[in-house]
């Protein structure tokens, strides 16, 4: 079956479908909710027809020309000259059009916004139908709200992504639990080994690198550093924890935040994960039933159809375990080898 990217997709039957593909598939390549259409049919609109944050959250406009001829630089130039009239903060200037590729017009374009970005004025960028086509697919649901009749090929989840959330939410769900059970009362009678910790921390920090943005990756990294510094730091009193406490909490929090963040099979991975990271941690017996339900619905949601008998048979030794900890371990080690090696 051939990409979606190499048909020849439909072009917009007028302006207002094309204003609203170009609004739908742009909010997906930056991952805005608040990009919006500016004003409505009718309104002067002073050379903006779209408008809002992109990606890093500079206020940008989009105007759409859809165009059947040649897109040229007086062309351009007279949007820029419209935007100018805009009441609002722009960063850069968004000219998307149906018009083909123009390496001639893409330099003229070049020159012009280094020459405005000079003076202190708003950049100005074209934004072809190919490129708007190809942000208008990383989400399914938009695309086939546009164009239903084109049916996209499913990709396979990409299995590390998948390994990776698994470890990230199963480790990372009560991080203050498991320095408490190293570092506590209960992990010196047991003379728990405080290098597993470490090797926890560094599971975490090399997990979010591999599934977060680089913004939100970063923030959980240094967070996570100062959480094995506070560990490894000499303490003479209990309050010496503190810090290390808010933080290793806060670490949490945001992993738990990052279901959000993710593509939906990891996102299910990632919850799946957290619930068995805090049964283990938090719970002394086995799960009760209800939750075992769900987890067992959870299990079956994220794992392929060819994994239903082993599913089954680890639920039915797990049903003999008593302890908590045990049984999430139980479950975790199930996803674990069916994510790994099953086909």
């Not at 165009?67 to 820029?80: P, Q």
């Not at 199963?170 to 506590?184: P, R």
């Not at 003479?236 to 939906?264: C, F, G, H, P, Y």
């Not at 996102?267 to 805090?278: C, F, I, K, Q, T």
């Amino acid at each position: 079956m051939p990409s979606v990217l190499s048909l020849e997709l439909p072009l917009p039957k007028n302006w207002q479908d094309f204003e609203t593909i170009v609004r739908d598939a742009l909010a997906q390549r930056w991952k805005s909710t608040t990009l919006q259409k500016n004003g409505r049919t009718g309104q002067k609109q002073h050379g903006i027809d779209i408008w809002g944050p992109d990606e890093i959250g500079r206020s940008v406009g989009i105007q759409c020309k859809r165009y059947k001829g040649a897109l040229n630089l007086n062309h351009v130039s007279d949007e820029v000259a419209n935007a100018e009239n805009f009441k609002g903060q722009l960063t850069t200037l968004f000219v998307a059009t149906t018009a083909e590729h123009d390496a001639k017009l893409q330099q003229q374009v070049r020159l012009l916004s280094d020459k405005r970005v000079a003076q202190g004025k708003f950049a100005v960028s074209l934004l072809y139908w190919d490129e708007i086509a190809a942000s208008l697919v990383l989400n399914p649901a938009v695309f086939s709200a546009h164009y239903p009749q084109i049916k996209l090929e499913k990709e396979k989840p990409d299995r590390e992504r998948l390994i990776a959330a698994l470890e990230l939410g199963y480790y990372g769900a009560d991080l203050w639990a498991s320095i408490v059970l190293h570092y506590g009362e209960f992990g010196w009678m047991t003379q728990t080994d405080p290098d597993n910790l470490l090797a926890i921390i560094r599971i975490l920090e090399r997990r979010v690198q591999q599934l977060l943005p680089p913004t939100d990756a970063d923030q959980l990294v240094k967070t996570l550093v100062e959480v094995r510094e506070g560990c490894a730091a000499p303490k003479t009193n209990k309050s010496d924890w503190d810090q290390t406490e808010v933080k290793a909490k806060r670490v949490s929090s945001r992993i738990q935040a990052a279901t959000s963040l993710l593509a939906l099979p990891e996102s299910n991975v990632l919850e799946l994960s957290l619930v068995l990271g805090r049964i283990y941690q938090n719970v002394d017996d086995r799960p009760p039933p209800a939750t075992i339900k769900s987890v067992h619905a959870k299990v079956t949601g994220v794992l392929p159809t060819a994994s239903a008998g082993p599913i089954k048979t680890r639920f039915a030794a797990a049903s003999k375990i008593s302890a908590g900890y045990d049984w999430a371990q139980k479950i975790f080690g199930l996803l674990d080898h069916e994510l790994r090696y099953r086909e």
